[in-house]
């Protein structure tokens, strides 16, 4: 079982999260702030998404989570990350929350898989664009929601193959 986790304001994080595990399969969807960072500790492989506020800020549940997050030790997992953003409205900060976490996640041993392009971003900076690439799947549905489904079918089968 790979699980999904996320957390989300206004909801996108959590539809992108249900749809990620129907295509993944074998899958189950929690909310980290629900159940608590420890459960991220039970699982050698898992997934985790949120959407990025303020400018270029953690989401708020997040943002509560986040010291004890940081204490985790994610050596020896392997982990996907996916992040919920608006790169139109805020394009200097796009998916920022993506790059954070996926920061903390390396510096605490985690090997993160996952990493995602297509030609159809418009955005200017994020901390989660490294090498050309982004850390994660960034996800758009303020602009794109129409590339939504066919971005997380390609994703998940780049993922599938990594974990
Ligand atoms: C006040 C506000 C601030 C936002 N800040 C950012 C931002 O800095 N970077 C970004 O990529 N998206 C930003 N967004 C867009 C949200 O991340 C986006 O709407 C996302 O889909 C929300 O997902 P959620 O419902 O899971 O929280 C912001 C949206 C609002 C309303």
């Known amino acids: 079982m790979i699980p999904v986790f996320f957390t989300s304001s206004t ?23 629900k159940v608590g960072v420890e459960e991220l500790t039970k699982y050698d492989k898992l997934i985790i998404g949120t959407s990025t ?8 549940d ?8 940081a204490d985790i030790d994610f050596s020896g997992k392997t982990i996907a990350l996916f992040g919920l953003g608006d790169q ?8 920022d929350a993506m790059g954070l976490i996926y920061n903390q996640v390396v510096q605490n041993g985690g090997n993160v898989v ?5 030609g159809d971003y418009e955005f200017e900076e994020s901390i989660a664009f490294k090498d050309g690439k982004f850390v994660g799947l960034p996800l758009d549905e303020d602009n794109q929601s129409d590339l939504t489904d066919s ?12 974990f």
């Open 53 to 60: 506020w303020g400018e270029g800020e953690l989401q708020d």
């Open 114 to 118: 996952g990493s995602y392009f297509d």
């Open 11 to 33: 909801g996108n994080s959590e539809t992108a999260a249900k749809k990620i595990a129907t295509v993944i399969g074998n899958s189950q969807v929690f909310d980290l702030a």
């Open 151 to 162: 971005r997380i079918k390609s994703w998940c089968e780049e993922i599938k193959d990594s």
């Open 88 to 95: 139109d409205g805020y394009s200097y900060n796009y998916c």
């Open 62 to 69: 997040f943002e509560e989570l986040w010291d004890k997050f």
